[in-house]
């Protein structure tokens, strides 16, 4: 990862190893170049790019090198030892550099322990570990050989992990069993001492510190590396403080046992390194073997607690290991499906949980059963009760809800207007349920997959809703029609009669010459011939077949005096013939006179009207005032 910053402070701390007084006889605390107090120091290289330096192996102040997280603290005086992004500056292939001590007396030493000040950026998730699937591992490592053997690690710290982002994911930490993956504590850009015994006896000790970085924000840095020869009886740890599980709110102590302890130091590391307790607030026993901790709240969870077991002198004690307070406080979320129609019982919840100690087990009430996730619900309060491995535990409550019971219903019906047609309409009104509505007629009528439908004939139909999650219901329609107009006209000779009552009528001579005037049931025809009458009821209209009149009836001398026009209506022109002679004239509806001509009597003559428009006219006799209706359609 090239340039996030990480310079990391890595805190050397021997879990279960003891830590007692001794007397100091080497050191180096860089706050000189020239040599540490005894033998050699010789670093590959002392330089930097830059200034402040970006990428660097050399011995440095905060103010030298360019840090991502600002500067480094709890550093021993002003100067100290940093690397970052060595093959950077030194060239590719170069980016581990090391520091080599040699020369260093320990004649005569035993129990000798190494001490030093480390740090590194946890801040911006920068180092790589070939362990964990990267291309490379970057790290630092404290080695020692005696007398001209073999280097053996003292000190390891890897990369932890693979998450690329947050503080404290892909930091260097102590790899406690040497495997190449942090596991231990982790380093951090406050300056950390770290301790650890060196093994064996001899004449002369050479240190080395390696350290592999090969990007910007891999920033590492070391300080006050000191050994120590043993000067006092340790006390002796018989039993470690156990780790401790209890549900948020409760009590719990810590206990440790040793041999030649004269006093105890409970200290507390809620995150930012270990402090030392005393007896107040929740916390009592600080001061002896057993720690107790009354009313732990939920920021607790995850402290880590250990005791300094003194033997006399407080320069002469041991450490034991530390134990982590895990506190169950059960956070629980949930999901649920409510029932899809009205009066089922497939509603559904589950119920998720962090924060407990795991296994957990579950029981639902009312009913539900003993699983994370409830089936086969009704409509109704649910609680599900949670516990988890160590006792805790926690409930939930679900409102499993039901839609409206789905009805379909009639809005509006439209029947058939006239007997045989196919214009009748329904509408369906639709409530409850869950929208969208799905509309299927039977027939698939026109509109169908809609709540109306039109151009039904008479006869049943029915409407089929579907709701959005599958409910249905059903709504039938019976679509009626009016009787059939009955078309049969009774004839006497020349009189006919239309056998429809109630109707209102208007006599034709077929074809189709309108008998002006000619609107009652019954007509008597004046001339032989084929007629038919146009009967209407309501909005419907028949006409019957023609029937043929072959005999009169005698007449008053005024009733041969009519006319006959033919066709009407008539586009361009219109035959006439008159049993009188004599002037007629065409008149409009504004009883304007448009055209005239003369007519010789019982002698057809075809009048033309192509220069008149479209419209409803009277053709009139002049000398009888006698007229019928023209319609003019050219």
Sequence with gaps: MKKITLIGLLMLFITNIQVYSQTEFWSDNFEDTGSPSSGVRTPSNDFGLGNPSTMYFKRTTNNDVDLIFGNYTGQNGSSFWAGEDHDGVFGSGNAEQ???????????????TFEGLFAANNISAAFENMTLGHSHSDYLIIEYSIDGGAYQS????????TTSSGTNNKTLAEDTN?????????????????????????????????????AGNE??????????????????????????????GGDTTFVVNANNATAYQWQEDSGSGFTDISNAGIYSGATTNTLSISG??????????????????SACYSISNSASLNLSNMITSGSKSDITCYGNADGAAAVSVSGGVTPYSYNWAPYGGTGSVATGLSAGVYTVTVTDNIGCTTSRNFFIMEPQELDASASSQINVSCYGESNG?????????????????????????????????????TCYVTDANGCTDSVSFTITEPDMIDTTITQNSAQLTANQEGATYQWYQCPNTLLNGETNQSFEATEIGDYKVEITQGSCTETSAC??????????????????????????????????????YVVNLLGQV?????????????????????????????????????????
């Design 547 to 584: 029937v043929t009149v072959s005999t009169l009836s005698v007449k008053p001398t005024e009733a041969i005096s009519k006319f006959l026009m033919y066709p009407n209506p008539s586009s361009g022109s219109f035959h006439i013939q008159s049993a009188l002679e004599g002037d007629f």
């Design 425 to 461: 309409q329904a509408t369906v009104s639709v409530t409850g349920g869950t929208t969208s509505y799905t509309f299927n007629w039977t027939g698939s009528p026109n509109g169908d997959g809609t709540d109306t439908v039109t151009g039904l004939p008479a006869g049943l139909i």
């Design 98 to 112: 090391n520091i080599t001590y040699s020369g260093i007396d320990i004649s005569g030493k035993t129990e000798i």
């Design 178 to 214: 040497n495997d190449g993956v942090g596991d231990g504590a982790l380093l951090t850009t406050n300056f950390t001492t770290f301790v650890k015994t060196i093994s064996g006896t001899g004449t002369t000790l050479n240190l080395r510190v390696r350290c592999f970085t090969n």
């Design 219 to 248: 920033e590492i840095a070391f300080d006050n590396f000191r050994l120590l020869e043993a000067s006092c009886v340790i006390p002796t740890i018989v039993s470690n403080p156990a780790n401790s599980y209890i549900c948020v």
């Design 296 to 313: 732990t709240n939920s920021n607790m969870s995850g402290y880590n607690y250990r005791c300094i077991i003194i033997n006399g002198d």
């Design 594 to 634: 448009v055209k005239t001509f003369d007519v010789e009597a019982n002698i057809m003559k075809t009048i033309a009207v192509n220069d008149l428009q479209n419209g409803i006219y009277f053709v009139k006799h002049r000398i009888t005032n006698q007229s019928q209706k023209l319609i003019i359609k050219n």
């Design 154 to 161: 003292l000190l390891r710290f890897f990369s932890n992990n």
